[in-house]
């Protein structure tokens, strides 16, 4: 079975920095689309950064310049770069993967989330 596991999360001080990592395990080809979201109690789930099939990486507004999406085909691992963070951006951090896999060339996939705290 194809597992997303997330890890990276924790407690950091405003202008601090955390890097997820989302590590996919299974029976996988290559990776399509991919990218980070984020949810609050309370509030709705957003799109921090977000990578297409084709196209460029998108990020919001609210992380433009502090946070980075990138991965590693080889690890089949997929990270969030987080840079001057600040306590706005506390939040449970899921990734996402649409990725191909012996059964389907296209598959969607969802990290079980972790926890980032900025203290102020």
């Known amino acids: 079975q194809v597992q997303l596991v997330e890890s990276g999360g924790g407690l950091v001080q405003a202008g601090g920095s955390l890097r997820l990592s989302c590590a996919a395990s299974?029976?996988?080809?290559?990776?399509?689309?991919m990218g980070w979201y984020r949810q609050a109690p309370g509030k709705q789930r957003d799109v921090v950064a977000f990578?297409?099939?084709?196209?460029?990486?998108k990020y919001a507004d609210s992380v433009k310049g502090r946070f980075t999406i990138s991965r590693d085909n080889a690890k089949n691992t997929v990270y969030l770069q987080m840079n001057s963070l600040k306590p706005e951006d506390t939040a449970v951090y899921y990734c996402?993967?649409?990725?191909?896999?012996?059964?389907?060339?296209?598959?969607?996939?969802w990290g079980q989330g972790t926890q980032v705290t900025v203290s102020s």
């Open positions: 996402y993967i649409d990725m191909a896999t012996m059964w389907s060339r296209s598959n969607d996939f």
């Open positions: 299974g029976s996988i080809f290559s990776f399509n689309a």
């Open positions: 990578m297409p099939s084709g196209g460029s990486t």
